[in-house]
């Protein structure tokens, strides 16, 4: 184990949230009260300096997704943002195609939000995928109908961390003129991410999974969504072109502007760090315990993501036994009774390997000594626990 000291609790949940960078604060800071302007009050310094605040904040947005800044919208969060693209668009095309593909193992920001559009008359398609977690681009050709209008399909897995096959997905929906929606959340500021070579039309991402502030995100529109009637979802004073009404949060803004540059910076090394830390893990739980499973592809996904079921073992239960370490047993932003996971069910696996699941989210800020430490304590803790089985 390595000598470094361990400082409790250990953060390992790096997918459900992420503490703000400490360069990440310093920049928001004086936007709290020194520099306190309404960027929509054009007409003083104070507005003035707002204004181009956002301005710079776009721009380092812009440069992690190779998009153009007149595209991008402010919203409250990729929820926000997911049901402005989703609802948007149904709006601008509906009577005439009301037909929206997505995936089983979508966000539930996504599922519930299609969920409600069926409601409203739409034709929802949900495609399934395979035991590794991934959708077949075959599946998705099939499933087009003559008045589909969207496509929504997530870059990476907010549970598994797989990665979706999105340049071959763009590829088809650029062919048949269809245009693709994807939850980046979990992908920007941790693989290189190319709206224009994967040809999205609308992205949806937030700040505080890479390490800025909670409540900001985006949603950005290609040149051939801006030219479509979205339907606005909040309406007020016609900010951001009427799509987002309300007053812009500039210091969230700020930070997010700032995250996505040192994650620009920083994406490859770290990806790098994260990887040996990722199998440094596994290796060690895997060499003591036997009956582990990996869920979801291990080649196709973000380096620090990692989640096993250990057969015989609830999730809960190792969760309960292990408080000094802050893991998941399934998405953080669900806020049901404990039942499994539907990304694993959607893995065509049964309830028991669902309740057995356990998500290990490494990032920025986790050391060898924090996971030379949890792998033991989950070594110990499930051990004692098939120990306790009849």
């Known amino acids: 184990m390595s000598s470094a000291k361990l400082k409790f609790p250990i953060y390992m949940d790096y997918q459900a949230t992420t503490p703000v960078d400490e360069r ?3 920049e928001m800071l004086p936007w709290f ?3 306190f302007g309404n960027a929509a009050s054009t ?3 104070f507005g ?3 204004a181009a605040a956002v301005k710079t904040a776009t721009r380092q947005i812009a440069g992690i997704l190779n998009a153009e800044e007149k595209g991008i919208i402010y919203t409250s969060g990729a929820t926000e943002s997911i049901n402005l693209a989703l609802k948007g668009i149904s709006a601008a095309f509906y009577g005439r195609r009301m037909h929206i593909i997505s995936v089983a193992t979508e966000h539930k920001a996504v599922l519930d939000c299609l969920k409600y559009l069926q409601g409203q008359g739409v034709e929802i398609t949900i495609l399934p995928v395979g035991s590794d977690g991934l959708i077949s681009p075959r599946d998705l050709e099939k499933a087009i109908r003559p008045y589909t209008c969207l496509v929504s399909v997530m870059m990476v897995n907010n549970e598994i961390g797989v990665l979706a096959p999105m340049e071959e997905i763009g590829a088809i929906t650029e062919e048949k003129d269809i245009l693709l929606h994807s939850d980046a959340t979990q992908a920007v500021g941790k693989i290189p991410v190319d709206i224009k070579k994967m040809n999205i039309d609308l992205l949806s991402c937030s700040g505080h999974k890479i390490y800025g502030p909670k409540g900001i995100g985006i949603l ?3 040149r051939r969504a801006r030219h479509i009637p979205i339907g606005p979802q909040i309406h007020g ?3 951001q072109r009427g799509l987002r009404s309300g007053t812009l949060n500039v210091p969230a803004i700020v930070g997010m502007g700032k995250a996505c540059e040192i994650a620009q910076k920083e994406m490859k090394k770290e990806a790098e760090r994260l990887l ?8 060690a739980i895997t060499r003591e315990l036997d009956q582990v499973q990996v869920n979801g592809s291990l080649e196709r996904r973000i380096p620090g993501n990692l989640n096993l079921s250990f057969e015989g073992v609830d999730g809960e239960s190792i969760l309960l036994a292990m408080r000094e370490i802050a893991l998941s047993s399934g998405s953080a932003c669900t806020t049901a009774a404990i039942e499994p996971s539907h990304v694993i069910r959607a893995l065509g696996f049964g309830d028991e390997r669902g309740h057995s699941a356990i998500r290990f989210g490494l990032g920025r800020f986790t050391t060898e000594a924090e996971v030379d430490y949890v792998a033991k304590k989950i070594i110990k803790t499930v051990g004692r626990l098939r120990g306790l089985l009849p």
């Open 33 to 35: 009260s020194e520099k």
């Open 24 to 26: 990440v604060l310093e």
């Open 43 to 45: 007409g003083h310094v």
């Open 237 to 239: 004073g016609g900010h």
């Open 276 to 283: 040996k830390l990722r199998n440094r893990l596994f290796v």
């Open 220 to 222: 950005y529109l290609s």
């Open 48 to 50: 003035e300096e707002a």
